[in-house]
Structures are given as C-alpha cells and as structure tokens.
C-alpha cells in the first residue's frame, strides 16, 4: 500500500493527544522548519484534553495550582497570563485567576486546546501540523522504512515515532459494574437514593463523590480501599525545603527515615510535612533509578499508598465537601478488599473482605465503580496497537509492569533488550524508569527535552 508523507523534511508522528502529545507537537512546531511534518494522531475528537482535562463538570479541578501548570517550563506564568487575559464571561467560573488558584480542569482543557488552535490558524503552521483523527493501529518496518498504520487503513511514512498514549483505559463495564468513572456515563440511571460502592479512595474517588454529589444524590455512597486513606489536602503555599546533601535512593528504610525526620523538622518550623515533600521533587526520578529492582518493588507494595496520598492532593474547597459527606454519614469509607460479587435482579451482592481479617461484610448496592485508577500493565491491554507492538517485540514491558521499558532519554527498549533510535515514549507510559513522570510539571519539561532530541536528529 503507497504510504503518504514523501515529499521531504522530517516526519514524526506522535501517537496520542493528550497533554503530552499536544505539548510535543507545540514544542517541535516552536521550532521546527517549514518542510517539517508532524502527524497528531487521536482517537478522540478531543485533541488536548485526553483523559484528565476532559471532563465537563466545572467543580473537578486541577490538583496543581495554576501557577505551577504553565506548558512551558521556561516561562512559568504562561498559563496565570492565559488566565488572566480570558474574557470576564470565562473568568467567572474561575474566580481569582492567580498563580495558587485550582482551575477546574476542563478550562486547562481549553488553554492546551487553544494553544493548539493558535499554532494552526494564527501561526498558518497548518503546513507543519496534520491532526489525524484516528486510532494508530500499528508501525511496520519494512525496506521503505518506518509508517504508522491508522484503523481506517491508511498508511503514513515517518523518520519518529512518539508513543503518547497515556494512561491506560481502565477495565471494561459489566452489569451493575462500572470499569470506566471517567465514563459521563456511569452514573446515569442512578435513582437519587441508591447505594453505590466505589472501589479506591483516591482523588478519582473523589471526582465520582463530587459528580453524585452535583447531582444531589442523597443514597449511601461506600468506598473501599486496602487502607481507606484519603489525599491529603493542600495548604498555603509554603516554600519546599532544600535537601542539603541530597537524599540517596540506594536504602529505602534510609531514605524514608530521612524524610519523616525532615517532615518533623518542617512540622515544628511552622513550614509543615508539605514543604518535606515538595523538596523531593527535584530529587524523585533520581531517587527511583538509584533505587534496585527490589526497593522499587517494596516501594510500590508498601510505601506507594502513603506516598500517593502525601504528594498527590486535592484542593481545599474540593475535599471540604467530601469530608462533610463523610461527616454526615452518606460517605462510608471502608478498609478492606472486594470479594465474590452476584448480580442480583437491579444490584449488586458485594462481599467485602475487611482489612486485619476483621470478617467479611455484604453491601446491596445499585452500582459498583471501579476508581481504583487506570491500568499500567501493558500486556493486560485489549488495545490494537498496544497488542501489535507487544507481538512484533517492538517494545516490551518494564519489569515492574507500570508500562513499557524505555531508557533515560525516553527511548522505546524492544523486546531484545535493544534501543530503537525511532521510537519515543512520553507520559504515564514511561513510569518504570521515571515513576515520577504523570504530572504536568514533570511531562513538560520531558516534552521540551524530546523535542529539542528529534529536531536535532
Ligand atoms: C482524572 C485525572 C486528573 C488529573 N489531574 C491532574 C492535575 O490536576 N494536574 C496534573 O499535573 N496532572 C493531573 N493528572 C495527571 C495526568 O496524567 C497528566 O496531567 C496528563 O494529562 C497526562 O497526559 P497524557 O497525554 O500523557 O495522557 P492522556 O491524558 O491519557 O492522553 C493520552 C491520549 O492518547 C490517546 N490515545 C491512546 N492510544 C491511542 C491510539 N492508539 N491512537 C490514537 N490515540 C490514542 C487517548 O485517546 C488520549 O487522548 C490527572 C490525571 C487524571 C487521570
């Protein structure tokens, strides 16, 4: 089949337009030459939302106040100005547009979208930008070289590849069983009254709690984690602390050690454990590659729970309301592991094993979503491409199974253990060798470095 794109200058194709993707194609269009081509490839009408900035309802906020959301790290305050610079109409549903407000994340949607749109129409780089709207499929190579195969057929030849795929989609629905909270449809139907059981207690938990909650639903909400630990929520901005000698990842006893004797420093400073935290960051994709195979395995069975509710938080105003369900009683938080669950004629039988082999207790519920978070393990994947690269051992997954095995550049590793110098990986993907690398303050400064590597290849 004739492969389109010969006509000359570089070809890249970035697979996935999520935050990651789009922030690639802006980074190589910043500076790429007029006969460059590069091909966004979405599977969704929604070119720069993917999955976090999709959603529509307005009190679903970002988890990262503005001032630090900017989608280029060498200018800070670019998304603060974007704010600020919206028409009044726009800005009422914001409030104060300052660098420590928490935007709902559908107005982040439309910055990356817009900064998209301005490319192509006010910049005329449509000549360098093709958005396909499309599922990729597959890449072949062959004599003619590397091409990307979308689902309707057709056939693109490029010199890159990026995989920017994202976080994997969660499992599928069943009956009374909901595997997609992201889904606006997985609470329609709901009677008002109706006792729903979410599995996970993190800020996905908290999403689906402010969703039944904007919908005045007055059932009995369960929610069942391991240990039933909530995000923790953000307070005033106080500066990280600064790691004199930096922390080692060689020992985790160590390092843990290190920290909570620091958190307790920052306590009693009045700076409190937050800045003891937000000091790793610089630190954290270091820390995870010095750390062996072992630690980084004892990390995620037992350390990552904690770690996930201490670095990921929620906004103020998003987790008063949660709390004040869980106050009144309509939220239950649970400790324990689902178990055997029957389908009943409109709900569910749901037995919970209770944590510290406290017995087991059943639910009725009308509805279980599953917001224990999206997938990581490649290989567990109903996705045609995914299943395509994993087949041809274009790529493999990483040992710990949290996505596929790149090198520190992001350099996809195949299945022979060998380097591809064509194929790229960005975002959640890539959490095997970064672990850090699924928020925007850490994505773009990966997708400034990628495209400063395939301009220069
Ligand atoms: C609900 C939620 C809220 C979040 N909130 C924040 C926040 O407030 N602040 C923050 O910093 N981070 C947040 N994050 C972290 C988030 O992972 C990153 O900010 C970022 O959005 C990741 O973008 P991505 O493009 O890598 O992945 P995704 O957003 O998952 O995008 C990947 C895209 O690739 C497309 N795709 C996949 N396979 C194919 C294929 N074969 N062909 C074509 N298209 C394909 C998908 O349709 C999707 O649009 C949040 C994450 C989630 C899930």
Redesign the pocket.
């Known amino acids: 089949m004739a492969a389109i794109g010969d006509q000359g200058g570089r070809r890249i194709a970035i ?8 922030l690639l194609a802006l980074h190589l269009l910043r500076r790429c030459r007029p006969e460059d081509r590069i091909y966004l ?4 009408q ?1 070119f720069g ?5 999709a ?1 529509g309802n307005p009190n679903h906020l ?3 106040r503005a001032g630090n ?1 900017s989608a280029f790290p060498d200018e800070p305050d670019h998304f603060v100005h974007w704010l600020q610079a919206l028409p009044a109409e726009q800005r009422a549903e914001i409030g104060e547009a300052g660098a420590s407000t928490f935007v709902p ?1 559908r107005v982040y949607g439309n910055y990356i979208q817009n900064l998209l749109g301005d490319r192509i129409w006010r910049e005329g780089q449509s000549r360098n930008l093709f958005l396909l709207t ?4 597959a890449l072949h190579r062959d004599a003619g070289g590397l091409s990307l195969e979308l689902a309707v057929g057709r056939r693109y030849s490029i010199d890159h590849a990026a995989l ?4 994997f989609p969660p499992t599928a629905t069943a009956s009374g069983y909901f595997g997609d909270p ?1 889904n606006p449809g997985c609470l329609e139907n709901l009677a008002p009254d109706a006792p729903v059981l979410i599995l996970g207690t993190g ?2 938990f908290i ?1 689906t709690i402010l969703s039944l909650l904007d919908r005045d639903h007055t059932g009995k909400i369960h929610a069942l984690s391991r240990r039933g630990l909530l995000p923790r929520v953000h307070a005033a901005v106080s500066a990280p602390w600064k790691y004199e000698a930096p922390p080692s990842g060689q020992n985790l006893l160590k390092l843990l050690r290190e920290v909570r004797a620091i958190a307790r420093t920052t306590e009693e400073t009045g700076a409190g454990w937050r800045a003891a935290i937000d000091g790793l960051r610089p630190h954290t994709q270091r820390l995870w590659q010095e750390m062996s195979l072992g630690e980084r395995a004892r990390f995620l069975r037992h350390l990552r729970p904690w770690w996930d509710v201490h670095r990921h938080r929620a906004a103020p105003q998003v987790m008063a309301r949660v709390e004040a369900a869980i106050a009144a009683g309509q939220v239950e938080i649970i400790k324990g592991r689902i178990g055997e669950t029957t389908r009943l004629d409109e709900a569910s039988l749901v037995h919970i094993n209770l944590r510290g082999d406290s017995g087991i207790r059943e639910l009725v519920v009308d509805r279980v979503v599953d917001c224990s978070g ?1 997938r990581s393990d490649a290989t567990r994947l109903d ?3 995914m299943r395509h690269l994993l087949e041809t051992g274009q790529v493999r997954p990483d040992p710990l199974r949290l996505g596929i095995d790149v090198d520190r550049q992001g350099q996809v590793i195949d299945a022979e253990g060998k380097v591809a110098p064509d194929l790229h990986a ?3 993907i890539t959490k095997g060798t970064f672990w850090e690398i ?4 850490d ?1 773009r400064l990966a997708c400034a470095n990628l495209a400063a590597r395939l301009l220069r290849s």
């Open positions: 697979i996935g337009a999520g935050f990651s993707g789009s490839v979405e599977r969704n929604n939302r993917g999955l976090a900035y959603t970002l988890n990262v959301m994340r499309d599922e990729a499929v920017a795929v994202g976080n992201w800020l996905t999403d999206p996705q045609k491409l960005i975002g959640p699924i928020a925007v303050p994505l």
